[in-house]
């Protein structure tokens, strides 16, 4: 809600770029709150809820986005190119969206991930300084560092929410698309990971929560920043299979390291999966998300594993890939 020169209260609009299970949740966070919700997508879909509008257009025309923008107190971006277009769609989606927010003067919320830090040994804080060693890392840390350079121009007002591997119903990330199935099969799970390393995991809901807290806050120190999505769990790879397996009541969990040898294969054949191998280092290596800042400026804790896991279990299940 905002409040008008009349001392009034009045309903504020947000866009939300992206109807995912990461968008979607944060428009209907701010819908249930009375707030009035324009997602856009490129089908026009996202969530059914009496204040969300959806609209079909293309994100990645600045134009047409800032007509779309206009009046909106928050521009979320929770859109993403397919994985393997990242080098060549995701430019013009962050050029449009730094230019319909300078345009409009709305809020700028970017959902972002930890590609950008690169390898780093210890906990991921906030601070850390973009360090990217890949080529999706570089181009995360590019969509951040334009940003941030605008903000500090005064351009406009922005700050970034960062997570882990996605978790939840809907989720879309390497555990859901290729452990998961297999795990509530009672298959082997064959994964580009060391299954036994301490893995930091965030849920959708717990992204969405954390947008919302950043998008809605009126304090300046909360712009120009990034902030971390409290963690729903640090366990393993294979601790987390072996309690997703128990919630679905499947046979208890098999999970295997899938060779160089094996990752190079299927990458040769699926476009999806040539993208992987850059970014297995985050799986074999301990990663650790710190977001104590995070749960000390807004409160927001992490939802409880088991919900997390109950929920997963009663949702279909994802085609691997």
Not at 66 to 83: D, S
Not at 99 to 104: G, H, I, L, N, V
Not at 211 to 225: D, F, H, I, K
């Amino acid at each position: 809600m905002d409040i008008d020169l009349l001392g009034r209260t009045t309903v504020a609009l947000h866009v939300i770029t992206g109807a995912g299970a990461t968008g979607s949740a944060t428009a209907l966070l701010l819908a249930e709150a009375g707030e009035h919700v324009r997602i856009v997508t490129r089908s026009g879909g996202g969530p059914e809820h009496p204040l969300v509008e959806r609209v079909a257009a293309d994100a990645s025309d600045p134009d047409a986005l800032t007509a779309l923008v206009e009046g909106a107190r928050t521009l979320y971006n929770c859109a993403a190119p397919a994985y393997q277009d990242w080098r060549t769609a995701f430019p013009p989606l962050a050029a449009a969206l730094l230019t319909a927010a300078e345009r409009t003067g709305a809020d700028y919320v970017m959902l972002g991930n930890v590609y950008g830090y690169g390898p780093f040994d210890g906990p991921l804080t906030p601070d850390l300084p973009m360090a990217p060693t890949t080529a999706k890392g570089r181009v995360r840390a590019a969509m951040w560092e334009d940003a941030l350079a605008a903000h500090r121009a005064g351009r406009i007002r922005v700050a970034e929410v960062r997570a882990s591997d996605y978790l939840g119903a809907d989720a879309l990330s390497l555990f859901t698309l290729m452990a998961a199935p297999a795990i509530r099969a009672g298959e082997v799970a064959v994964v580009p990971a060391d299954p036994d390393v301490p893995h930091s995991w965030s849920y959708t809901g717990d992204v969405a929560r954390t947008l919302v807290a950043v998008g809605t806050s009126t304090r300046p120190e909360v712009w120009g920043r990034a902030w971390h999505v409290p963690s729903v769990s640090e366990l393993p790879l294979r601790g987390l299979a072996d309690r997703l397996a128990a919630a679905a009541g499947a046979p208890p969990a098999r999970v295997a390291s899938m060779s160089d040898a094996e990752l190079a294969a299927l990458a040769a054949a699926d476009d999806l999966m040539a993208e992987v191998a850059e970014m297995r280092y985050l799986g074999d290596e301990p990663l650790f998300l710190d977001a104590s800042e995070t749960v000390a400026a807004f409160g927001v804790r992490p939802t409880g594993l088991e919900v997390v896991l109950a929920e997963m279990a009663r949702t279909p299940v994802h085609s691997p890939v």
